[in-house]
């Protein structure tokens, strides 16, 4: 049993050593990431009650980035005082990631393992799975292995793709083929999750959705911002009972 598609693996590690040039094929997530970071730095400060207004909120949580890719997440959580944990199947990422974060002096646990081959003994307060879900072999393995290590009460959150027309339109045609802001090739549409089937598959394993959130660009501002509509792209907030 596993979590890995090879394939998936194989078309993110040709590409690893793009993950920190702001210009190139990880442009997208560069500018997708500020949206994610407040989102996820105010959920969890309201779920667990934190008052710290110093420049690491989060110092006191353990946080399992998955998915970790080049470190685009774990870092800035890190910042904000994370004990973080960034795990990716693929080991060019894991390479990546963790040249970058000798560079900045930033002390993180980074691992070449997938969510089922972690210790059962390591739990954490927060899990984030960004931009990963879609690409997962089982997703039902994988959601299984992110309770396993999630302690109780402690909060998860899932960003992912709509199964829809619109995101068919907007995240397939247009963003790998017309706009080129991703490599032709990087989403698979039918394996979008649509938002009632992700939450079916989270409430089963014993968690309470806190909240969802659509997560919207705006041609304009050429910013992302969030929003009601989530027939794109989305991000789940879910409490582990």
Known sequence: ?????????????????????????????H??????????????????????NSNEPLKNLRVLDIGCGGGLMS??????????TGIDASEKNIKVAKLHAEKNNL?????????ENLDDNEKYDVILNL????????????LKSCSRLLKKNGIMFTATLNRTFTSFIKAILGAEYVLR???????????????EELESLITNLN?????VKGLEFKPISRKWVRSENLSVNYIMSSIKN
């Not at 500018?31 to 710290?52: A, C, G, Q, S, V």
């Not at 002390?107 to 969510?115: A, D, E, F, R």
């Open 1 to 29: 049993m596993t979590t890995v598609n090879k394939e998936e693996i194989q078309k993110f590690s040709a590409i690893a050593e793009e993950w920190w040039n702001v210009n190139g094929k990880f442009k997208p997530l």
């Open 31 to 52: 500018m997708f990431n500020p949206i994610r970071i407040e989102y996820i730095l105010e959920t969890t400060r309201d779920h667990f009650n934190i008052k710290d």
């Open 75 to 84: 870092e800035p959580i890190t910042r904000l005082g994370g004990k973080v």
């Open 107 to 115: 002390t993180i646990n980074y691992l070449n393992k997938s969510p």
């Open 131 to 142: 931009e990963i879900v879609e690409h997962v072999e089982d997703l039902q393995l994988y």
């Open 181 to 195: 802001w991703l490599p032709i090739g990087t989403h698979d549409w039918n394996k979008f999750v649509k938002p």
């Open 207 to 211: 968690f309470q959705i806190k909240d």
